[in-house]
């Protein structure tokens, strides 16, 4: 092989910093603005949180807590939704709760992508007599604590409506009388409702979870302490697959699968640019001596 084509195995490592982020963009918004589909597989863990929702019965309660980052939204966002769709369609009763500033937000923001409201109905469920949101609440596990033993310990609820004036509340006993327990978090706050709702109380219970805490969070499953848990945007992929239909979590599969091709892709470069200098630097000492 000649000098001069090796310099074009050379070259490779030398692509511009411009043109990789160019690249970089492009393997990000076009799946994002219009979604590929992928293939991917459905975990077990999402599978059993989805027949949970499956399995509730008419008049459960179903208790959605939290104390997430606001910068998770982009990882559990997309399964949330998904999550909502499915449960707004039982005939249960919805009982959101937050244990961080931030929490509140994110929920609210899952909900008013759905268009559900405390104005209107969704899917036939009347704010304050199917859902309520009791907003955020300080204290962590204490009142975490306190709320699985009665409900009426949130004095009012994210709107400022008195819980005693709310239908709903009074469908909501002790911790061990609810359909499902939904931990929709990142952290900490995990492995705290695990010591305070699930292990106690015996309480059904799945975990929408970030893929950097998964591993952590795993062994609950493992061990039936927690029936199923979602693995970040991918679980938002899977959890849209098996509600039938494709939205911004499919979106987030398809960029992790084309990122994570263009990486192997510009690795392989990478080293045949090093194989190249490596043979030029041969031949150049050949030519020397």
């Not at 591993?215 to 039938?244: C, D, F, N, R, W």
Request: include cysteine; hydrophobic fraction near 45%; proline fraction near 4%.
């Amino acid at each position: 092989m000649s000098v001069e084509k090796m310099s074009v195995l050379v070259r490779l490592g030398k692509i511009p910093s411009k043109w990789l982020y160019l690249v970089i963009v492009l393997v990000v918004a076009i799946p994002i603005i219009y979604p590929f589909g992928t293939p991917f597989a459905i975990t077990d863990a999402t599978l059993a949180v989805y027949n949970e929702v499956e399995k509730l019965p008419a008049g459960g309660v179903v208790v959605i807590a939290g104390s997430n980052a606001y910068g998770f939204l982009i990882e559990i966002k997309e399964c949330l939704q998904a999550f909502l769709m499915h449960v707004y369609s039982k005939d249960v009763k919805i009982v959101f709760i937050s244990f961080s500033a931030d929490d509140a937000m994110f929920t609210r923001v899952a909900r008013d992508f759905l268009g559900i409201s405390q104005d209107k109905p969704y899917k036939g469920k009347v704010y304050g007599i199917d859902w309520v949101d009791l907003g955020y609440i300080t204290g962590g596990s204490a009142s975490l604590a306190y709320f699985c033993k009665n409900a009426f310990f949130v004095t009012v609820d994210a709107y400022g409506n008195p819980t005693q004036n709310l239908p709903v509340m009074k469908e909501i006993g002790k911790a061990d009388t609810w359909a499902l327990y939904v931990e929709a978090s990142a952290g900490t706050m995990v492995v705290t409702s695990m010591g305070v709702v699930s292990i106690p109380y015996k309480t059904t219970t799945v975990i929408l979870n970030t893929a950097g805490w998964y591993p952590t969070h795993l062994p609950y499953v493992t061990a039936g302490i927690a029936k199923g848990m979602t693995m970040g945007i991918l679980g938002g992929a899977e959890y849209e697959k098996l509600m039938g239909f494709v939205g911004l979590g499919h979106s987030g599969a398809d960029v992790l699968n084309f990122t994570h091709l263009l990486t192997l892709v510009l690795v392989a470069l990478a080293n045949i640019s090093y194989l190249g200098q490596y043979i030029e630097k041969r031949k150049l000492k050949e030519v020397k001596e």
